[in-house]
């Protein structure tokens, strides 16, 4: 009996120094919500519901202040939403690994741009960089125009009736990417396939933030052979065919015109290519440098940051703009001024848009389209005076970072004024698209199409709120999102 207790013991012994021992950690002085022993503050996550975990974020953030720790079992999880330190981590070229939530994606995003990591990245960063070049983006403007005005007759079709903004305006969005970045037309008579793919993009976040607050389910073999993994390869497999069918049409299109388009460069000098993304993609796969599982993750990798992100900041923006009549007024007197009765605008009318630059700019500072982003510390570095050890997990709050007062005075008012010419109060205070190393690639392309779209539609609308003053709850999956639907009416001006 003794020799089977005395084995017992030593057992509990093993698995208590390999999994559960403390090291000495300066991140345990920091505050945060009360750890139990072993499980740490597992339970506070298990507790919340997936769509509250946005409030819960913000409400530490606001009772512990700019640096708290999380704790999951033994893994500290550092949530910051200081610019200094906000710089610290986001500026560091070895602070690149994505925390491990990201990894829960990997059946869907693969090893596409947003997911890896390392060397892999690197060259994949390199393949792509070109296809957001100042050039390419010339060429897209034309596309974009026209989704534009396909969305604005749409809306006059409506005479002024309430108008659910997220479905009309992401179904401009997926259009758009697809028709730019992926050379491939959709049609509105394929609008079931469309509305399939944005539905699984939802239940994606959904399903992810549900896995993430039961830490049982983060092991691979647990969640794949749970009820829950196995619905939640279904909705991978609805938006990986859509996926699919863009490459293979766009396939069929290359081998149709045996190559890539050519057309009329813009100081009409001879002939340039036009690349698609997903041709230079396929160029590359020709050229042996990518397979097509490669091309498959970062075509779903950038269709789904490429619409998503960008739906989400036009309807909060709309929605903003329906109860800001003078904002409206002054872009409408902005582009009018601009465009001197012009039918197309140009890049360079675009870039002279410095009052409807600055409204974006506000409107993305209230609702950043990615409210946190996570990173997996794989060296010891500095945070200031913070020693962060290798195997912490830092949680950047974009969104309380935004929201702080001492950077933004009457930091809940929408005020683009804000963003004209005053010098920023710290370089990271503002941080919508990331920075440092693996910030947003498509940051340029999201800017293009927002003062395209939004442009057009106070030229030819004035947008009045169904409730004036009314804010919806907002939640966070992969992105920010408003829990109940936003209508506004579109009149004609
Ligand atoms: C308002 C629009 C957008 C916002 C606010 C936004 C924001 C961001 C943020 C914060 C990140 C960093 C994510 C992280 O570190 O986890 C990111 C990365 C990324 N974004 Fe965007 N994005 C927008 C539009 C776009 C568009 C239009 C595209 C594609 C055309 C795009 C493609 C990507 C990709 C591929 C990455 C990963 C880059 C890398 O890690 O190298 N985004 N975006």
Redesign the pocket.
């Known amino acids: 009996m003794l020799v089977e207790v005395l084995i017992l013991g030593a057992v509990a012994l093993v698995v208590w120094l390999l999994f559960f021992k403390e090291d000495e950690n300066p991140l345990d002085k920091l505050p945060g919500p009360p750890r139990k022993p072993i499980i740490g503050n597992s339970w506070e996550l298990f507790q919340s519901p997936p769509d509250k975990l946005l409030d819960v974020l913000v409400d530490y953030t606001k009772k512990y202040g700019d640096r708290y720790v999380f704790k999951v079992m033994n893994l500290r999880v550092l949530h910051i939403s200081g610019p200094s330190d906000v710089e610290a981590v986001l500026a560091h070229s070895k602070n690149i690994k994505?925390s491990a939530p990201?990894q829960f994606l990997k059946d869907w995003l693969g090893n596409?741009?947003?997911l890896s990591t390392g060397a892999h990245?690197h060259r994949r960063?390199k393949i792509l960089t070109p296809t957001?070049h100042f050039n390419i983006l010339k060429n897209f403007a034309t596309i974009i125009e026209e989704k534009t005005q396909d969305m604005v007759k749409m809306l006059k079709d409506k005479k002024g009736e309430d108008v659910s903004l997220m479905p009309m305006i992401s179904d401009f969005t997926l259009f758009t990417?697809c028709e730019t970045?992926m050379g491939t037309k959709l049609d509105r008579d394929q609008s079931s396939a469309t509305v399939d793919y944005k539905n699984s993009v939802l239940n994606i976040g959904m399903q992810m933030l549900s896995r993430i607050t039961r830490i049982w389910m983060h092991n691979d073999v647990i969640y794949k052979n749970s009820p829950q993994g196995k619905e939640f390869a279904k909705t991978l497999s609805v938006a990986r065919s859509f996926a699919d069918d863009v490459i293979m049409d766009r396939k069929a299109q290359r081998a149709q015109n045996q190559g890539v388009e050519e057309t009329e460069s813009s100081d009409g000098i001879g002939t340039k290519r036009r690349l698609a993304m997903l041709d230079l993609l396929l160029e590359a796969e020709e050229k042996g440098q990518i397979d097509m599982e490669g091309i498959r993750d970062e075509v779903n990798?950038?269709m789904f940051?490429?619409h998503d992100?960008?739906a989400?900041?036009l309807t909060f923006g709309l929605m903003l703009l329906a109860d800001h009549e003078d904002v409206q007024d002054r872009i409408y007197e902005e582009v009018e001024n601009i465009l001197n009765g012009a039918d197309h605008v140009t890049m360079s009318d675009l870039a002279d848009m410095k009052y409807l630059e600055a409204v974006i700019k506000e409107i993305?500072r209230l609702y950043?389209?990615?409210p946190f982003?996570?990173r997996d510390i794989d060296e010891d570095f500095k945070m200031g005076d913070l020693l962060v050890k290798a195997g912490t997990t830092v949680d950047v709050h974009?969104y309380e970072l935004h929201h702080r007062e001492d950077l933004y005075p009457e930091a809940e008012k929408f005020k683009p004024e804000r963003f004209l010419g005053n010098e920023m109060k710290h370089p990271y205070a503002y941080?919508?698209?990331?920075a440092g190393p693996?910030?947003?690639?498509?940051?340029r392309?999201?800017m293009q199409?927002?003062k395209t779209t939004l442009s057009e539609i106070c030229r030819n609308f004035k947008i009045v709120p169904k409730v004036k003053g009314a804010r919806p709850r907002l939640m966070a999956d992969l992105v920010l999102r408003p829990v109940d639907p936003i209508y506004v009416k579109f009149i004609p001006r």
């Open positions: 994505k990201y596409g741009l947003l990245w960063r957001f990417i970045a990798t950038f940051e490429g992100t960008t989400i900041a993305l950043p389209s990615v982003i996570g974009i941080v919508p698209f990331s693996r910030n947003c690639i498509g940051q392309f999201a199409e927002m």
